[in-house]
Nanobody, 126 residues
Framework: QVQLVESGGGLVQPGGSLRLSCLVS????????KAWFRQALGKEREFVAA????????YYSDSVKGRFTISRDNAKNTVYLQMNSLRPEDTAVYFC???????????????????WGQGTQVTVSS
């Protein structure tokens, strides 16, 4: 397993932008596929986006497609989630996750990942 620490959350107005970061410890960063999930108050944790080990393949949930962008910098051991055109329904705790395999068909499932961060709060409100 690796250790993951998210940052970059905060309060933003509707239509605004935020960039989340996930710093991953360990020398095996580029052997892990990465993903972002989110959990709103009183709801189940849901898949947001995933990125392959090399960064060439990405996948998004329908609710964020076209607004969010996942990327990774293997030299900095960091995964990013650029969030634009934010909406109140994007309010949630955002979690970074990792698995030591290529992206799989199960990538949208929580059980696919064996390492998780503690989460960072994103609030979209006027």
């Amino acid at each position: 397993q690796v250790q993951l620490v998210e940052s970059g959350g905060g309060l933003v107005q509707p239509g605004g932008s935020l960039r989340l970061s996930c710093l991953v410890s360990g020398r095996t960063f580029n052997t892990y596929s990465k993903a972002w999930f989110r959990q709103a108050l009183g709801k189940e944790r849901e898949f947001v986006a995933a990125i392959s080990r090399g960064g060439s393949v990405t996948y998004y949930s329908d609710s964020v497609k076209g607004r969010f962008t996942i990327s990774r910098d293997n030299a900095k051991n960091t995964v990013y989630l650029q969030m634009n055109s934010l909406r109140p329904e994007d309010t949630a705790v955002y979690f970074c996750a990792a698995e030591p395999t290529p992206l799989r068909a199960t990538m949208t499932s929580r059980s696919n990942y064996n390492s998780w961060g503690q989460g960072t709060q994103v609030t979209v409100s006027s």
